[in-house]
């Protein structure tokens, strides 16, 4: 499932064949994703510039000129391809579109033509993806999606002080509480874990014992984490057109994630990567380093 890092990853990759152009055709090519479309949705779309494309927690934001934002999220196993007249697809022919080789194309759900004759392929095989539609003027508070998302972790309203009010009292495991989308917004089961073992916390510590020093140590990490799995990410978006122009999914070594009885990192601490099941989801953390 895409992360915070692959979405940003996807974002920075149609950001130049999004913004500033119009949407001059939308093929919509099945009644529903995860979510019915709006109503009138390729109307609603075609002839729209895209003045913006912004992303927040994991939903990717194409602000409209019309007033409208196209709200996208890649679900389980959504992804962008991008296709120009002369790129792989061998469509030449102006205006044209031929798909590219292979049965996959089957999941190719929506179609964008952009001016300049870009063509953005949305392929999601499981369809828990989905897109629509909000007023741009209501903001955040306009979309159930949106309203009363925490902060994002990479802005400047994610602060220990946040961290410490946002847990306060709060008798679940941290590692819950980092899940909570009210708490801070996007951070997934991966990031989350990566985090907690750089910061030496232990996942099942109560969140209420984070406030004060903890707190402190805890945001900064989570920022390096995401940061450092962007930067990962873009090293794949700098060779996406060289491979099969799907962007946001990359490979990227974690320390904890996935290394269930490997040792630990940490130099010198001697510990071994343990996995246990808070809340349905796989935690994995070191017992030795992480209090
Ligand atoms: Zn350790």
Redesign the pocket.
């Known amino acids: 499932m895409p992360e915070l890092p692959e979405v940003e990853t996807v974002r920075r990759g149609l950001s130049p064949v999004m913004e500033g152009r119009v949407i001059e055709h939308a093929a919509i090519n099945r009644p529903n994703l995860r979510f019915a479309f709006p109503d009138r949705f390729r109307e609603r779309l075609e002839g729209q510039t895209v003045t913006a494309l912004d992303r927040r927690a994991k939903y990717l934001l194409a602000h409209l000129s019309g007033g409208e934002t196209l709200l996208m999220h890649l679900g389980m196993s959504g992804r962008f391809t991008i296709v120009d007249e002369a790129g792989e697809s061998g469509a030449n022919t102006p205006g044209a579109y031929s798909h590219p080789a292979g049965d996959q194309s089957k999941h190719d759900h929506v179609i964008f033509r952009m001016s300049g004759g870009v063509f953005l392929i949305f392929n999601d095989a499981r369809r828990f993806g989905f897109m629509t539609l909000f007023a741009s003027a209501g903001g955040d508070e306009a979309t159930p999606f949106l309203s009363g998302l925490g902060p994002e972790p990479l802005g400047n309203a994610f602060s220990p002080a946040h961290l410490d009010c946002a847990l306060a009292g709060k008798r679940t495991p941290i590692k819950s509480a980092l899940l909570d989308q009210r708490v801070v917004a996007g951070l997934g089961n991966i990031y989350v874990c990566e985090a907690l073992?750089r910061a030496?916390i232990s996942p099942k510590r109560l969140a209420r014992t984070i406030p004060g020093t903890r707190s402190a140590r805890l945001v900064p990490v989570i920022r390096d984490v995401l940061n450092e799995a962007i930067t990962a990410g873009g090293t794949t978006l700098r060779d996406f057109k060289a491979t099969d122009g799907a962007l946001g999914y990359f490979q990227h070594s974690f320390a904890v994630y996935g290394r269930e009885s490997e040792?630990?990192?940490?130099p010198e601490?001697?510990?071994?990567?343990s996995r246990l099941v808070q809340a349905g989801r796989s935690t994995f953390f070191?017992?030795?380093?992480?209090r």
């Open positions: 073992w030496g040792p630990c990192r940490k601490c001697g510990g071994t990567v070191c017992a030795a380093c992480q």
